[in-house]
């Protein structure tokens, strides 16, 4: 089977190892490039009153490694002995592994199970809504695409409207950029080739789809397959023309049950 992992790096590049060691052709092929962000007076704001935050919440690894990268001298962001009193929420186990290699105490961590099948904001909600308290203050860390780092992430509103209702205060800093890829001629020929030849598209979030579309906006996706790790995605990829499209949790193991399920 040729799979075609659009994920950013690194991360596609260990799930291309993955789905070729199972006897798979996969290449990546990322639709999302990550940048650090050019004005890092917001993080450092962030860093200055990080001991006003019942929690703070990172969105993926991105957000966990700009984040750290970004700390101010002498803050012990590489030492187990980090002085974390905050909660640590994440949506997934890459951003829990993100955390313990920067130093966070595991049981600093929450986050949803890692033997489940949802790893979003609605599950995070599921494990910490009775945690929060009237007055306490979150900080969500995120990734922009538009190059303000103050402004709220639409993608991480759904969470940020269930912190306000309980009464939480949420403030939002940009840790990374994102932006399409920058793909030549010859590359976009073949993606559209490997997708008349029968290539599964594996996404990992509505952005890729969004940056494929706009990369080749003139291809018919009508016999085209993919396997989204949302439902959302899934949606988007459906709303650009794709036949067939599976859901499937985000973990590698479960990604290969529906990509084979395809064949």
């Known amino acids: 089977m040729h799979i075609i992992v659009t994920r950013g790096q690194p991360q596609a590049d260990r799930w291309v190892r993955f ?6 052709q996969a290449v990546a092929w990322p639709l999302v490039q990550v940048h650090p962000v050019s004005d890092t007076a917001a993080l450092l704001q962030a860093w200055r009153h990080w001991g006003d935050y019942f929690a703070v919440m990172f969105v993926s690894p991105h957000a966990v490694h ?6 101010p001298p002498g803050m012990p962001v590489n030492s187990a002995q980090l002085a974390i009193n905050q909660r640590a929420w994440a949506t997934g186990p890459g951003t829990c592994s993100a955390l313990l290699s920067h130093g966070v105490a595991p ?50 509103d759904w969470l940020a409207q269930h912190l306000q ?11 990374y950029q994102r932006s399409a890829p920058l793909y030549g001629a010859t590359d976009l020929a073949w993606a559209s080739r490997a997708t008349y030849e029968g290539g599964v598209w594996v996404f990992c979030s509505t952005q890729a789809v969004a940056h494929l579309h706009r990369l080749l906006p003139q291809q018919d996706w009508s016999q085209a397959r993919a396997v989204a790790t949302h439902l959302r995605i899934a949606e988007a990829a459906l709303q650009i023309g794709f036949g067939q499209v599976l859901v499937s949790p985000p973990n590698l193991a479960a990604v290969l049950a529906s990509l084979e399920s395809s064949a």
């Not at 049981?107 to 929060?132: C, Y």
Request: charged content about 20%; some cysteine; hydrophobic content about 40%.
């Open 19 to 24: 789905f070729n060691h199972v006897g798979h």
């Open 165 to 175: 209702s309980a009464g939480a205060l949420v403030d939002f800093v940009v840790a």
């Open 66 to 71: 700009y984040f750290f990268a970004s700390a």
């Open 107 to 156: 049981d600093r961590v929450d986050a949803p199970d890692p033997n489940g099948t949802q790893f979003d904001s609605e599950a995070l909600w599921h494990k910490i809504a009775d945690t929060v308290r009237p007055g306490c203050k979150v900080l969500i860390v995120r990734g922009d695409s538009t190059g303000d780092t103050r402004a709220a992430g639409s993608g991480r």
